[in-house]
């Protein structure tokens, strides 16, 4: 009956926005995605990563988020990263294993959650703790977010390489936000987020990778999603600015569109536009001149100034008997020429990559 | 802050408007527009007009489809949508029962005068095309007045928020929309009318946004012999359905509210089943007297 009420001219627009609420059915998920990428019509590296997630309400006023994950990486590294050592072709396979836990209790205009993350490879293990909290505004439209996170990493490369012994990284993150229902159909939300971390950065496995031991970094996120009620779609837009005390500077805009066809059935076609402008102590390969010793040093191309693209598709089903799944195809391709500032890295051959995902959900 | 209000007369009820603003005129123009658009639901839908559209709809009846408007063809929607959630108890063709029952005379009509109008009544026998409506035979009736306050209601407020207002309540004879809390976040207090102590309260309900809606046995009524004939006539027999008092619910929109409780009024003895399966809070007395439902405690 509402919902014919809310078709009456005018009459949803008075609504408040649906508080935060905690959950009140359970939900367990699989999920699957598969990456690949390639250079030079070489396949690379390729990423397998089955995860489970649990969510149960506990009473009323709590709930248990779950997610355990694996990550099997196997194929080569970048292969213009080993321009100096020769040691070319030496295959990287990993298992990582995560675990992430999240308790949150709920409050009438709140909630509070507790978070604890850990991660397990052969030569990285990182544990996390985090705590935010929500606060809405008494119309329910205004919702501030506070959240403080640390994590301590531990890198050890002594069963291959043995450059990195026991080498640790510490991390302390803030972040705010607030998120904005404007209309019924309306949602703005800003974010930042502060994070200051000191300890080892340099990348084992690159000859002579040597970087800062202290990294700042900042990230403003913009979000707008708007509902067509008339159509059942959704088109939601963001912008990403990242920044860091290394010098590289990043942006991310993005657009997706969500068409509804009812009964569950929907098809989301996405477009993301990244691109970044090279760290201070980056070098293009071949080996500089200008290297010193000791001075901070990264033929990375992560960290040199490009450009990059992904083109996705998303389609949701409703699966019956409870069930619903989603497919996810991308393309991502990444060439220096479509940075927007900065200098590339024009002789290098940058990566291309395809994944696909499959989810399978259900509530209970 | 200030507390602004207007008092105003429509649809045969004492109205009013209040809000909270730090400017005057900002308030009285919004308060204005408000009651204006209560005005114009008024006219657009009285029964009693033959240029409104339920006049235009009414003297066709017999005759060919008429287009009705966006605006009408959603009242007219959930209306179709009351009928087919209530088994046929919420039904706007049921008007012409009038036409038995008079209530300020106070006579008992007989069977015959009640059973001779079943024939023009019910929904399911309307021809609705949207946007086309046809009543198939002179005579049929359709009357939007028994969620017309509570739309109104509803629309007024939506008048208030296009103004800016947050801090807004709407009172339509008794239905009430709130618009956001006071400035100081706390509620705005509802009081609920006693169903036999006129001019006593039974409770009184705190709402920070949504509606309160009333619908009793008491507003038109008269006994005859020891027994009380009430305005809550069952479209599928034509006759007074014994039960609560009165019912009292609180939903989002004054219209959901308002229907719920017109509806739950016309499950007679079995209100109280039909209010737990809709879940909304609620509050009822049934025909003894007997107070119960979410705001039961603070029933005096």
């Known amino acids: 009956m509402l919902a014919a009420a809310l078709a009456l001219p005018g009459l949803a627009a008075t609504l408040p926005a649906a508080a935060e609420a905690p959950p009140t059915s359970a939900e367990f998920a699989l999920h699957y995605a598969h990456y690949q990428d390639f250079q030079n019509d070489q396949q690379r ?20 988020r779950t997610t355990y994950v694996t990550d099997a990486i196997s194929g080569a590294s970048p292969l213009f990263h080993d321009t100096l050592s020769g040691a070319s072709g030496k295959g990287v396979a990993d298992i990582r294993r995560a675990l992430d836990l999240e308790a949150t209790r709920y409050f009438d205009r709140g909630s509070v959650a507790f978070g604890y993350a850990r991660s397990r490879e052969d030569d990285y293990d990182s544990d996390a703790l985090r705590v935010r909290g929500t606060i809405e505004s008494a119309d329910h439209r205004t919702t501030w977010t506070l959240g403080v996170g640390v994590s301590d990493d531990t890198i050890d490369t002594s069963t291959s390489n043995r450059i990195a012994l026991d080498e640790n990284r510490d991390t302390t993150d803030v972040q705010f936000g607030v998120t904005r229902v404007l209309t019924p159909v309306d949602l703005l939300s800003a974010s930042v987020v502060l994070s200051h971390g000191t300890g080892y950065y340099d990348d084992p496995y690159k000859s002579l990778d040597h970087r800062p031991d202290e990294r700042n970094q900042h990230v403003l996120l913009l979000r707008y999603h708007h509902h067509f009620r008339d159509h059942d779609s959704t088109l939601r837009g963001s912008y990403r600015w990242f920044g860091d005390s290394w010098d590289v500077d990043a942006h991310t805009f993005e657009l997706e569109f969500e068409q509804s066809f009812g009964d569950g059935w929907s098809v989301t076609p996405g477009l993301r536009y990244y ?7 980056y070098f293009d390969p071949p080996f500089p001149a200008g290297f010193r010793p000791g001075e901070p040093y990264s033929a990375d191309t992560r960290l040199s100034a490009f ?9 949701s089903a409703p699966l019956g008997d409870g069930w619903s799944g ?7 391709r990444q060439e220096s020429d479509w940075r927007a500032f900065g200098d590339g890295s024009p002789g290098v051959e940058l990566p291309a990559a395809r994944s696909y995902e499959i989810a399978f959900r259900r509530t209970f | 802050m200030e507390l602004h ?22 308030a009285r123009t919004a308060l204005e527009a408000a009651r204006d658009e209560v005005l114009r639901i008024e006219a657009k839908y009285s029964r009693y007009r033959d240029d409104s559209v339920i006049g235009t709809i009414n003297r066709g009846a017999g005759g060919a489809p008429v287009r009705v408007d966006e605006e009408t063809a959603a009242l007219i929607e959930f209306a179709a949508r009351c009928y087919a959630d209530s088994d046929g108890r919420f039904d706007i063709t049921s008007g012409v029962l009038r036409r038995a029952w008079n209530f300020r005379e106070g006579i008992v009509p007989d069977v015959a005068t009640v059973a001779a109008l079943l024939p023009s009544i019910g929904w399911d026998r309307v021809e609705w095309h949207a946007p086309e409506l046809r009543l198939p035979h002179a005579g049929m009736e359709l009357d939007l007045g028994g969620y017309g306050k509570e739309y109104a209601a509803d629309r007024a407020a939506s008048v208030l928020a296009v103004h800016g207002m947050r801090h807004a ?9 709130v618009l956001g809390p006071r ?57 007074p359905v014994a039960g609560p008092r009165s019912v009292t619910v609180v939903a989002p929109l004054c219209v959901v509210a308002g229907a719920h409780a017109t509806i739950a009024m016309l499950h007679g003895d079995d209100a109280p089943a039909y209010l737990e399966r809709v879940g909304l809070p609620h509050l009822l007395v049934d025909r003894e007297g007997r107070v119960s439902g979410h705001f039961a405690a603070s029933a005096r």
Do not use: K
Request: glycine share 6%; charged share 25%.
């Open chain 1, 45 to 64: 590296i390729r990423v397998n990563t089955p995860s489970v997630f649990l969510l149960l309400p506990i009473g009323e006023q709590w709930a248990l």
């Open chain 1, 275 to 281: 691109t970044q402008s090279a760290a201070e102590f």
């Open chain 1, 307 to 315: 450009g990059s693209l992904t083109a996705s598709i998303t389609l």
């Open chain 1, 326 to 332: 989603d497919l996810r195809f991308a393309y991502y």
């Open chain 2, 5 to 26: 209000r207007i008092d105003f007369r429509a649809m045969a009820s004492p109205c009013e408007c209040q809000l909270w603003c730090e400017d005057a005129v900002r």
């Open chain 2, 169 to 177: 309540l709407v009172n339509l004879g008794g239905d009430v929309r």
């Open chain 2, 183 to 239: 400035p100081d976040a706390r509620p705005w207090r509802v009081a609920i009318q006693h169903p036999r102590d006129e001019g006593a309260l039974l409770a009184e309900i705190e709402a920070h946004d949504g509606a309160v809606a009333t619908s009793g046995d008491y507003e038109r009524w008269f006994e005859r012999d020891g027994r009380r004939y009430s305005h809550v006539l069952d479209p599928r027999t034509g006759w």
